[in-house]
């Protein structure tokens, strides 16, 4: 029962690092009905970027996040006014012009570094919190609060203000939002402005934790889509919960079956989501558009 | 030519088509009997298209039955239908672009020989019926939406049906065009096609049916003659609302002739 | 009287005009252009084998552009003919690669004898793994094929006993055809070149022919295809049993050619799954020569960049082909092919006016 705990919790922390990673995505997805290939680059561009401002000016991560994820997220609005805009109507060239912006991005990274591993050592990254029996890294659990706090935050940033309604009309329904006046292009920008932001913001939070190399982005994209689909579509606290469900799934399998079967663990979810019931477990009608079709 | 009062051909028993709280499709039933020409009718959202979608099999009916040549064929997936004689056409003209005109109509035609030259040859001699020979070499991109129809029509016509589903072939274009389009459909009726057709247009409803069904909000509310519809008080009001002047006057000769 | 029409009748229209077309010999290609053309194709292909059959560099860079332009002429047969987006063939890759390896070093059986039937099981490996997966809409449906990807490497590095895990397996060389094991490099150019011919010309027949039609429809609107009959999903699985078993058959020459296989090697996307849909982009996606002409235009680049600039600037060629990809999706979606067509149309356009 203690080691089943352990493991609850260690799925709990992980969960809340792909919850943090995926709401990006998330929200990308819903919005502009895109997949982005790139967003784990994006959360690699967010990691160099909190390496930097650490090893250059000695900012702590949970600072520079202010500066870094602001950055990234000018960085998503460029990308969506240049690449995925023109491309709209083209699903497929979608994919290879996000997957090209992947090895783009990676490869760039991987010049500038020359293949060095990064990581920002010090006190934070190995502090450990004890609680009751259970030992807990301090930087998972402040991630795990951070991915809370910035649900919430986004929650009530749609619910709220007029660009957040905005937002949740285009998801609903892109034609009746025109109508209505929203300039949906725009929002679009700003949408994935923001799910850039998001990412870059989990990439700096997560820069005590992962050791920085160019390639880091893909340990999380898989299980970010795996997250999205399962929490579903269009919906902020889905990714949250997905993603909390992704981390003891895969924490339970790593335990009780073997470690290496975590992206065994991420397709089949992703799979059976699909097979099962393609709206996730909070998604909106709209998911249908993006990747589903109706059976027969 | 007069339909023969033999078994129909296609028809819906009760259907109904439900997504989440909206019941698109309401209880419908209908027959169309071999060589009849029946048109449905109806204002937009009356769930006239989701209604040729349950004939076609891309959607399934929540409720009711739908029979083809005397076979219940709920189960029966879009391919299968059409491989058994059910040609359709599509709201929006869906050409396969890169192809051209004749390639178009060889996807029909190879139905019934894989053989490239003979599926060639049916293409052309489809084409010809058509009148559209002229444009077999032209990429589907480049020809116009009274062409585009017209090779639907084509590709549709090359499986060899039985029966032709036409969703609002006239759909923007001009009189004259229209007159060539019910020439044709009059052309391959007289060779004994049956047809069941969704037209906004009415006059090509009163030159090109038998029989009219009215839709409304999913549910069948007339049925009878080109004349007796279109005259009708109950469906000028559906079109057109109320308290409109043509709906009294429509009234008035409805009693009489109640 | 009132009714909703008005009432009246339509007017008669003109009789359609009668205007010659195109004489029907010209509409579809007929066999004998379709063959011919590939033949002088094929000729053009292997002038440069001519050219540098005594140059050991070069004739390696042939090979290998060789190898890729049949791998991605074999992707092209569902990606660009079929328009299903896949980014995991390097599943079936490595199904050829491994299988061969393994019946090669553990029972020393000649790599002639079971290319094919590794090629049929890499077929019914595609069409189980992909059955599901067909109802997905092109992303979901890349993404799906992106984690069977996935799945294959960390399968292929934990089944130590039979892929020899993270450390691959090697073939020791032992010259001699029934071997596939060749001293001189030509032999393997040579044998690279076959493959590609076989799969270009596997290519041409399937245009000609009713799956190759079908699968045409299908990419361009799946509605309309069932509408014509098309069993959309048996068409898009037999595009994928052929595409994945003509991949398995590169993965059985590449293992002949480089002796040394691990999971790197035949699963890292950029060099592998992604490149075959990449060449095929650059070439022309859903033609014929596009990816033998996108193989001939990036490989012997990439060499180049990769022996240059490999340790000065490592990730450059990566990079480059990146953003040669984006720029492509952006600006050239049909390719070289693309471009070449459109001057030809445009030239044919002004001698006719």
Same mark, same amino acid.
């Given at each position: 029962?203690?080691?089943?705990?352990?493991?609850?919790?260690?799925?709990?922390?992980?969960?809340?690092?792909?919850?943090?990673?995926?709401?990006?995505?998330?929200?990308?997805?819903?919005?502009?009905?895109?997949?982005?290939?790139?967003?784990?680059?994006?959360?690699?561009?967010?990691?160099?970027?909190?390496?930097?401002?650490?090893?250059?000016?000695?900012?702590?991560?949970?600072?520079?996040?202010?500066?870094?994820?602001?950055?990234?997220?000018?960085?998503?609005?460029?990308?969506?006014?240049?690449?995925?805009?023109?491309?709209?109507?083209?699903?497929?060239?979608?994919?290879?012009?996000?997957?090209?912006?992947?090895?783009?991005?990676?490869?760039?990274?991987?010049?500038? %570094?020359?293949?060095?591993?990064?990581?920002?050592?010090?006190?934070?990254?190995?502090?450990?919190?004890?609680?009751?029996?259970?030992?807990?890294?301090?930087?998972?659990?402040?991630?795990?609060?951070?991915?809370?706090?910035?649900?919430?935050?986004?929650?009530?940033?749609?619910?709220?203000?007029?660009?957040?309604?905005?937002?949740?009309?285009?998801?609903?329904?892109?034609?009746?939002?025109?109508?209505?006046?929203?300039?949906?292009?725009?929002?679009?920008?700003?949408?994935?402005?923001?799910?850039?932001?998001?990412?870059?913001?989990?990439?700096?939070?997560?820069?005590?934790?992962? %050791?920085?190399?160019?390639?880091?982005?893909?340990?999380?994209?898989?299980?970010?889509?795996?997250?999205?689909?399962?929490?579903?579509?269009? %919906?902020?606290?889905?990714?949250?919960?997905?993603?909390?469900?992704?981390?003891?799934?895969?924490?339970?399998?790593?335990?009780?079956?073997?470690?290496?079967?975590?992206?065994?663990?991420?397709?089949?979810?992703?799979?059976?989501?699909?097979?099962?019931?393609?709206?996730?477990?909070?998604?909106?009608?709209?998911?249908?558009?993006?990747?589903?079709?109706?059976?027969? | 030519?007069?339909?023969?009062?033999?078994?129909?051909?296609?028809?819906?028993? @009760?259907?109904?088509?439900?997504?989440?709280?909206?019941?698109?499709?309401?209880?419908?039933?209908?027959?169309?009997?071999?060589?009849?020409?029946?048109?449905?009718?109806?204002?937009?959202?009356?769930?006239?298209?989701?209604?040729?979608?349950?004939?076609?099999?891309?959607?399934?009916?929540?409720?009711?039955?739908?029979?083809?040549?005397?076979?219940?064929?709920?189960?029966?997936?879009?391919?299968?239908? /059409?491989?058994?004689?059910?040609? #359709?056409?599509?709201?929006?003209?869906?050409?396969?672009?890169?192809? @051209?005109?004749?390639?178009?109509?060889?996807?029909?035609?190879?139905?019934?020989?894989?053989?490239?030259?003979?599926?060639?040859? #049916?293409?052309?001699?489809?084409?010809?019926?058509?009148?559209?020979?002229?444009?077999?070499?032209?990429?589907?991109?480049?020809?116009?939406?009274?062409?585009?129809?017209?090779?639907?029509?084509?590709?549709?016509?090359?499986?060899?049906?039985?029966?032709?589903?036409?969703?609002?072939?006239?759909?923007?274009?001009?009189?004259?065009?229209?007159?060539?389009?019910?020439?044709?459909?009059?052309?391959?009726?007289?060779?004994?096609?049956?047809?069941?057709?969704?037209?906004?247009?009415?006059?090509?409803? #009163?030159?090109?049916?038998? #029989?009219?069904?009215?839709?409304?909000?999913?549910?069948?509310?007339?049925?009878?003659?080109?004349?007796?519809?279109?005259?009708?008080? /109950?469906?000028?009001?559906?079109?057109?609302?109320?308290?409109?002047?043509?709906?009294?006057?429509?009234?008035?000769?409805?009693?009489?002739?109640? | 009287?009132?009714?909703?029409?008005?009432?009246?009748?339509?007017?008669?229209?003109?009789?359609?005009?009668?205007?010659?077309?195109?004489?029907?010999?010209?509409?579809?290609?007929?066999?004998?252009?379709?063959?011919?053309?590939?033949?002088?194709?094929?000729?053009?292909?292997?002038?440069?084998?001519?050219?540098?059959?005594?140059?050991?560099?070069?004739?390696?860079?042939?090979?290998?552009?060789?190898?890729?332009?049949?791998?991605?002429?074999?992707?092209?047969?569902?990606?660009?003919?079929?328009?299903?987006?896949?980014?995991?063939?390097?599943?079936?890759?490595?199904?050829?690669?491994?299988?061969?390896?393994?019946?090669?070093?553990?029972?020393?059986?000649?790599?002639?004898?079971?290319?094919?039937?590794?090629?049929?099981?890499?077929?019914?490996?595609?069409?189980?793994?992909?059955?599901?997966?067909?109802?997905?809409?092109?992303?979901?449906?890349?993404?799906?094929?992106?984690?069977?990807?996935?799945?294959?490497?960390?399968?292929?590095?934990?089944?130590?006993?039979?892929?020899?895990?993270?450390?691959?397996?090697?073939?020791?060389?032992?010259?001699?055809?029934?071997?596939?094991?060749?001293?001189?490099?030509?032999?393997?150019?040579?044998?690279?070149?076959?493959?590609?011919?076989?799969?270009?010309?596997?290519?041409?027949?399937?245009?000609?022919?009713?799956?190759?039609?079908?699968?045409?429809?299908?990419?361009?609107?799946?509605?309309?295809?069932?509408?014509?009959?098309?069993?959309?999903?048996?068409? !898009?699985? !037999?595009?994928?049993?052929?595409?994945?078993?003509?991949?398995?058959?590169?993965?059985? +020459?590449?293992?002949?050619?480089?002796?040394?296989?691990?999971?790197?090697?035949?699963?890292?996307?950029?060099?592998?799954?992604?490149?075959?849909?990449?060449?095929?982009?650059?070439?022309?996606?859903?033609?014929?020569?596009?990816?033998? +002409?996108?193989?001939?235009?990036?490989?012997?680049?990439?060499?180049?960049?990769?022996?240059?600039?490999?340790?000065?600037?490592?990730?450059?060629?990566?990079?480059? +082909?990146?953003?040669?990809?984006?720029?492509?999706?952006?600006?050239?979606?049909?390719?070289?092919?693309?471009?070449?067509?459109?001057?030809? !149309?445009?030239?044919?356009? !002004?001698?006719?006016?």
């Amino acid at each position: 029962m203690d080691i089943f705990f352990t493991v609850l919790v260690f799925g709990l922390l992980l969960g809340g690092i792909y919850g943090l990673v995926s709401i990006g995505l998330n929200l990308i997805f819903g919005v502009v009905r895109i997949v982005n290939f790139a967003q784990g680059e994006l959360v690699m561009f967010g990691m160099y970027g909190g390496f930097f401002a650490w090893h250059w000016w000695g900012i702590n991560p949970y600072l520079s996040v202010f500066l870094v994820a602001p950055l990234v997220g000018l960085l998503g609005v460029a990308i969506q006014r240049l690449v995925i805009q023109p491309l709209q109507h083209e699903p497929n060239m979608q994919i290879f012009a996000t997957f090209g912006l992947l090895m783009l991005f990676q490869n760039l990274m991987l010049m500038v %570094s020359r293949g060095e591993a990064y990581s920002v050592g010090g006190q934070v990254g190995s502090t450990v919190l004890t609680v009751g029996d259970l030992k807990l890294s301090l930087v998972r659990v402040v991630t795990l609060v951070a991915a809370t706090l910035i649900t919430i935050g986004l929650h009530l940033f749609l619910a709220r203000t007029m660009t957040g309604k905005a937002i949740r009309a285009v998801t609903q329904d892109k034609r009746a939002a025109r109508a209505m006046g929203i300039n949906v292009e725009k929002t679009f920008l700003i949408t994935f402005g923001i799910g850039a932001a998001l990412a870059g913001m989990a990439g700096v939070l997560l820069t005590p934790i992962y %050791s920085i190399t160019p390639g880091v982005g893909g340990n999380f994209i898989l299980a970010a889509f795996a997250v999205v689909v399962l929490g579903g579509l269009g %919906s902020v606290w889905g990714a949250y919960l997905g993603g909390l469900v992704v981390g003891i799934v895969e924490a339970f399998a790593g335990f009780y079956i073997d470690p290496v079967l975590r992206s065994a663990v991420w397709f089949v979810i992703f799979l059976i989501v699909l097979v099962v019931k393609p709206s996730g477990l909070l998604g909106q009608v709209g998911a249908e558009e993006v990747g589903f079709r109706e059976q027969h | 030519m007069t339909a023969n009062a033999s078994a129909p051909m296609l028809e819906v028993r @009760n259907a109904s088509k439900q997504f989440g709280g909206l019941r698109a499709v309401d209880g419908v039933s209908l027959a169309v009997r071999p060589g009849e020409i029946v048109s449905i009718i109806g204002p937009n959202g009356a769930g006239k298209t989701t209604l040729f979608n349950l004939l076609t099999g891309q959607l399934v009916p929540t409720e009711g039955e739908v029979r083809y040549l005397g076979e219940a064929i709920n189960a029966l997936p879009p391919h299968e239908r /059409a491989r058994r004689g059910m040609g #359709r056409t599509f709201q929006i003209a869906k050409p396969l672009i890169a192809l @051209n005109a004749l390639e178009n109509v060889m996807i029909g035609a190879f139905l019934h020989d894989a053989n490239l030259n003979v599926a060639r040859d #049916r293409a052309y001699a489809v084409l010809e019926r058509v009148g559209m020979v002229h444009l077999a070499a032209r990429r589907a991109g480049e020809l116009t939406l009274s062409e585009r129809r017209r090779l639907e029509v084509a590709r549709a016509l090359a499986l060899e049906p039985k029966i032709v589903l036409l969703d609002e072939v006239m759909a923007g274009l001009n009189q004259a065009e229209v007159g060539i389009e019910i020439d044709l459909l009059r052309s391959l009726h007289a060779q004994g096609l049956t047809f069941l057709i969704i037209e906004h247009n009415l006059k090509v409803v #009163r030159a090109f049916s038998e #029989r009219v069904i009215v839709l409304d909000r999913g549910k069948l509310i007339a049925e009878g003659t080109a004349d007796q519809i279109l005259n009708s008080a /109950a469906v000028i009001e559906a079109y057109l609302g109320a308290g409109h002047v043509g709906s009294e006057r429509a009234a008035a000769s409805d009693e009489v002739r109640a | 009287m009132s009714s909703i029409d008005g009432g009246k009748d339509l007017p008669r229209p003109a009789a359609a005009p009668a205007r010659p077309g195109a004489p029907r010999h010209e509409v579809i290609a007929t066999a004998q252009r379709a063959w011919l053309t590939y033949l002088g194709g094929m000729a053009l292909a292997f002038l440069p084998f001519v050219a540098f059959i005594n140059d050991a560099h070069w004739l390696n860079i042939l090979a290998l552009t060789y190898l890729m332009g049949g791998l991605a002429a074999s992707w092209n047969i569902i990606g660009g003919f079929g328009g299903q987006f896949s980014l995991g063939h390097g599943v079936f890759f490595a199904i050829g690669a491994y299988s061969t390896a393994i019946f090669v070093t553990r029972w020393g059986v000649s790599p002639w004898l079971t290319m094919i039937p590794i090629a049929i099981f890499a077929a019914c490996v595609a069409m189980l793994i992909s059955w599901p997966t067909f109802r997905l809409r092109g992303p979901f449906f890349a993404i799906a094929t992106l984690a069977f990807n996935e799945v294959a490497f960390v399968l292929a590095n934990h089944a130590e006993s039979l892929t020899g895990g993270p450390r691959g397996l090697s073939i020791p060389f032992k010259a001699g055809l029934a071997n596939m094991i060749f001293r001189d490099r030509w032999a393997y150019a040579l044998l690279m070149f076959a493959f590609v011919a076989l799969v270009i010309a596997l290519c041409v027949w399937l245009r000609r022919s009713r799956l190759g039609y079908y699968l045409l429809a299908v990419r361009e609107d799946e509605d309309a295809a069932r509408a014509a009959g098309i069993n959309v999903l048996g068409v !898009k699985l !037999k595009g994928m049993a052929l595409s994945a078993g003509l991949t398995a058959i590169g993965g059985t +020459l590449f293992t002949m050619y480089l002796r040394y296989i691990d999971p790197p090697t035949l699963f890292t996307l950029p060099e592998v799954g992604v490149k075959f849909a990449l060449l095929s982009l650059i070439g022309g996606i859903g033609t014929i020569w596009g990816p033998l +002409l996108g193989a001939a235009l990036i490989v012997p680049f990439e060499n180049w960049l990769r022996s240059a600039y490999a340790d000065s600037l490592p990730g450059l060629s990566l990079a480059i +082909l990146g953003l040669l990809m984006v720029l492509a999706a952006l600006f050239m979606k049909r390719g070289v092919m693309g471009v070449i067509d459109d001057l030809l !149309k445009r030239r044919r356009g !002004k001698g006719a006016s």
